[in-house]
Each structure stands twice: as C-alpha cells, then as structure tokens.
C-alpha cells in the first residue's frame, strides 16, 4: 500500500507571494491533517479535514487555509507569505474518527526569502 | 507552554548502552503515540498507547503508558547507530485526530 505522498517536496518563495501544497492521504484513509514543523516551535497543528469538512483548527492566522476534496486529497495554502513561515510542512493521514493512528509523509520544505 | 514535556532534549550514548526517553504532561490524553523522524522526512509511528499502565515491546524498544495517561516512556535497550534519529511523542484528546507533539530527544548513538 502507497504512504502518504507531498508535492512538491521542495519549494521557495518570497515574501509576500502564495504557495499551494499537496497531500495524497494512504488509500482508504478519509482523514488529512497538516502540521507545520519549525526547529525553534517544533511540530504544531495546523488543521484537519475529514470528509471535506475541516474539523479542527490550530491557532495559526487566517493566512493559512485547506481543503479536502472528494478522493481525500488535500492541499494547503499559504497567502502573503513571511519570512516566518518557513518550515517543513507535514501531512498526516489516519483512517478516521476514533482511530488515532497518524501516518506522516515525507513533508514540503518551504524556504521563504 | 509544551503541553507534553520530552526529556531529555539531547542524548549520546555509545553502542550497545540503553537509553530512556520521557514524556511528561499535566494532561491527559486518550492515546499517545511515539515517532522516529530522519533528517528531512517525516515522523515515522513507532507505536500507540491507550491503555493506563500499558507496556508495549518492539524489539529492542519498550514502550510504557503511565497509569493515569499522562506520561509516558520509551526505554531502548542495546541501542545501534540505527537508532539514531529524533523521537518524538505526541498526544492524543478523544475528539478528532489533532496531536499535541512534545518537543522531540535527539538520540545520537555512536558505534
């Protein structure tokens, strides 16, 4: 069975511009979350769609936003990028509700100059 | 704040020796997970906890749930450079799929 895939896996941008990423969740796997991972903050939430419908969200500013499409892909969108936001951004997939098992794909480095 | 609290940051040892990694919250948490991460990758699940009290082994690692589920350990024994890596744990509340991850310990085993 496939992992989670990310595209791309590399990416830079400067500030001020907007970028998509993409995330395959594992077949069958309904749910997708999103993850930023910086060294000074470590792995934070960001959000998590099931069935197309964002369930939770973490406290990040309305800059970041998702969407879950009808085959479970996802994709999140960053607009009027910082500096900041430079991280690796990760994607997690779990089959759904009351199944806590995250699996993580190989994450989109994003470098913002 | 970190809700889960991982000690230590940092670990060497050398080949062979057994290491323990902590995970300490004042919260608790329906289930608890312990991920490996590589350099430019993602974590990878080692195991999942749920249970107070539950012990899990895998191999040469040990994973234990404290008994009201808010900490945890992960005990590796005869430790191999191919353990190297960044572990991580992360919790779990009942609604949805959000994971709280704690900070991450560095092991570093030197042959």
Redesign the interface.
């Known amino acids: 069975k496939a992992g989670v895939t990310q595209t791309p896996r590399y990416l830079i941008k400067t500030r001020g511009q907007q970028v998509t990423l993409s995330c395959s969740p594992i077949s069958g796997h309904r749910s997708v979350s999103w993850y930023q991972q910086t060294p000074g903050q470590g792995l934070q939430f960001l959000f998590e769609y099931f069935s197309e419908t964002q369930r939770n969200k973490g406290n990040f500013p309305g800059r970041f936003s998702g969407r879950q499409f009808s085959n479970s892909r996802s994709e999140m969108n960053v607009s009027t990028l910082e500096l900041g936001d430079s991280a690796l951004y990760l994607c997690a997939s779990s089959f759904g509700q009351g199944n806590f098992e995250q699996f993580f794909g190989p994450g989109t480095r994003l470098t913002v100059l | 704040t970190?809700l889960l609290e991982q000690s230590p940051q940092f670990l060497s040892i050398q080949e062979g020796e057994n290491l323990t990694v902590y995970c300490n919250s004042s919260s608790v948490f329906?289930?608890l997970?312990w991920?490996r991460q590589e350099p430019?990758?993602?974590?990878?699940?080692l195991v999942?906890v749920?249970t107070g009290g539950e012990v899990k082994k895998l191999k040469r690692l040990t994973f234990q749930f404290g008994d009201a589920r808010k900490d945890s350990s992960l005990h590796i024994t005869a430790a191999q450079p191919g353990d190297t890596g960044l572990y991580?744990c992360?919790g779990?509340k009942a609604a949805?799929?959000?994971?709280?991850?704690?900070?991450?310990t560095r092991v570093l085993v030197k042959p």
């Open positions: 970190q329906s289930s997970q991920y430019g990758e993602g974590p990878v699940l999942t749920v991580l992360a779990a949805g799929n959000k994971l709280t991850f704690g900070g991450g």
